[in-house]
């Protein structure tokens, strides 16, 4: 396993956001993004996760509600990565992925796309 402290790897997911357009981060509303080291047990290669209310579900009823969690995992990413470039794109990958379901993009759409 590629080797890279939290700390590290915190700092690939920040780059990983400030690559994503301002045309867009502008438009993110109430979402904060987490780094933890693993996934739930029940899905160990999961390399990130959306939960929350995408924009596009949000109505009139939306409002003071807990903000939506992007968390991106550590471990899954470095086991699958052999080098820290591999790292660097992964985790934009990943990041990019979540993003989009906060935009209501589903996995499916994101495929196709190829942030799959």
Do not use: K, S
Not at 51 to 56: A, I, Q, R, S, V
Not at 77 to 99: D, S
Request: negative net charge; charged residues 30%.
């Amino acid at each position: 396993m590629l080797e890279m402290t939290r700390e590290e790897f915190e700092e690939q997911v920040a780059e990983a956001l400030d690559r994503i357009p301002p045309e867009l981060t502008r438009l993110m509303d109430n979402v904060a993004v987490f780094v933890e080291d693993e996934p739930p047990a029940d899905d160990p290669e999961l390399l990130g996760l959306y939960e929350g209310t995408p924009l596009t579900d949000r109505g009139e009823w939306y409002a003071g509600v807990l903000p939506d969690r992007i968390t991106i995992y550590r471990g899954p990413t470095l086991r699958m990565c052999a080098t820290r470039e591999e790292v660097v794109a992964e985790t934009e990958v990943t990041v990019v992925h979540e993003i989009a379901h906060h935009f209501g993009i589903d996995d499916a759409r994101l495929h196709a796309l190829g942030y799959g």
